[in-house]
């Protein structure tokens, strides 16, 4: 019996030891205020005193109360790290865009009101969304380049379907019942999209230059689309806005195919000096898939 106590004695006394001198390396810098690590020193020193006086119950008693104190600290950390996370729960989400992704991720400051841009991940994909008072967003210059900043980064890295500018989701269960609705056609959107990214093309005649003829307008805007679009997978036509806007069309490329996309686009351009054309991108996808909240729930679009 006294044997068994004292080999007991020891490996509680051992962990005692091992558990502050793990808990002080993990966190880089000490858990405990100077008070508290005199005390815990002072418990291991009289443990192991006892241990060698052979009162082993005392050894034994002194080892859990080492073991306590070095418990409480850590458990009050794991317990401020919830409250965060219950705090941010309870907040609203600005919602950028979905991405085939199932782990969290921040993509650092670089959201609205510069605010931590990160995933909520859902299944196998995730929304991105950044923390924000419940608001009606401006349609502002900075605002939208913001909007865009953040799903210019996330491309980077990812398939994104992008959710409509300005739109806040009150917290993180709605959210969640969200992305439950939008699961299965979110999912088919991100393959048609996969490695994807959108540009924009249009055709603008000089101010010297009109042509009445509709059928004149509609053959040269044919001959402008047609080397194009042997390089987008979609094509997706815009309103006509202007009688000097010949051509106003969305191209779903392919990331590898950008470059040649653009010595098309360039090659067009030079080819017919009577008209000016506008090349932008590369965009999200917002004319091929986009999701839209309103009092509907969610609507999600695709082409």
Known sequence: MEEEKREKARETIATARTAAEEDEEKQKVSLFVPETAQKIMKSLAEAHKSFNSADHDEGIRLSYEVKEI????RLGASGKVEEERSR?????????????????????????????????????????????????????????????????????????VPVEFGTTIKNERILYRLMAKAYNP?????????????????????E??????????????????????????????????????????????????????????????EKYSMLRLLYSGPWAPYNFVYIKIGAKGIELSRK
């Open 208 to 269: 010297d230059i009109g042509f009445a003829d509709p059928g004149k307008r509609k053959e040269l805007a044919s001959d402008i689309l047609a080397p194009l679009n042997t390089k987008a997978k979609q094509t997706a036509m815009g309103e006509l806005f202007s009688d000097r806007l010949i051509l106003n069309a969305s191209f779903l490329v392919n990331k590898e195919d950008i470059d040649t996309f653009s010595e098309r686009a360039a090659e067009l351009q």
């Open 70 to 73: 070095v418990e409480k600290p």
């Open 88 to 160: 941010m729960r309870e907040e609203a989400k600005y919602f950028y865009c979905i991405v085939p992704f199932s782990k969290g991720k921040s993509f650092g400051n670089i959201g609205m009101n510069d605010n931590e841009v990160y995933t909520v991940p859902y299944g196998e994909i995730a929304a991105v969304v950044s923390d924000s008072p419940m608001k009606d967003y401006d349609f502002t210059e900075d605002n939208v380049r913001r909007h865009e900043a953040v799903l210019r980064r996330v491309m980077e890295d990812h398939a994104v």
């Open 186 to 206: 979110a999912r088919e959107c991100l393959k048609l999209v996969d490695n994807m990214v959108e540009l924009g093309v249009k055709a603008v005649l000089s």
